[in-house]
C-alpha cells in the first residue's frame, strides 16, 4: 500500500464534545448542589421576627432532633461527644448556628448550647422559622 505525497493527516483535537459534556456536568451540579447544603431536617419553632442566614462557609449547624439525635452539619455525635468534637472541627469557624426541634426540651437546649460555649465557640446563633400572617 502506498501513500500519496500530498495527503495530510487532521491532527486537531474536536473540543465541540468535551464542552458538552461539560456543560451538562456544570448544570448537574448547580441543581444538585442547593439540596446538598439542607442538613438535617427539623421542626422548627416560629418567631416574628427572622433575619436570614449568611451564606458564608466558615459556619457550623448543630442540629437538634425531637427523638434526642445530635448532628454537627451532617456528622451524628453524642451529647458527651459534642465538646470534642466541636473543639476539633470547628475551632477555626467564624459561627455555630444551633437548629433546634420545636420538641425539644429547653433543659437539652440550653445544655447544648453551655458546651458549645465550652469548646471556646463564642458566637452562637439560634436558627426558627420566620411566623405565618
Not at 500519496?4 to 459534556?21: A, K, M, Q, R
Not at 469557624?93 to 437539652?108: E, T
Amino acid at each position: 500500500m502506498k501513500i500519496e505525497e500530498n495527503t495530510s493527516f487532521l491532527s486537531e483535537i474536536n473540543v465541540t464534545p468535551f464542552v458538552d459534556v461539560m456543560l451538562v456536568l456544570l448544570i448537574i451540579f448547580m441543581v444538585t448542589a442547593p439540596m446538598m447544603t439542607q442538613g438535617v431536617e427539623v421542626n422548627l419553632p416560629k418567631a416574628k421576627t427572622v433575619s436570614t442566614l449568611p451564606e458564608e462557609t466558615d459556619n457550623v449547624v448543630v442540629s437538634l432532633k425531637k427523638d434526642g439525635l445530635i448532628f454537627v452539619d451532617t456528622y451524628k455525635v453524642s451529647l458527651d461527644e459534642l465538646e470534642d468534637f466541636l473543639k476539633k472541627h470547628a475551632k477555626n469557624k467564624k459561627m455555630i448556628f444551633l437548629k433546634a426541634d420545636k420538641d425539644v426540651s429547653y433543659g437539652v437546649v440550653i445544655d447544648v448550647m453551655s458546651r458549645v460555649k465550652s469548646a471556646g465557640i463564642d458566637k452562637l446563633g439560634v436558627i426558627v422559622q420566620k411566623e405565618d400572617k
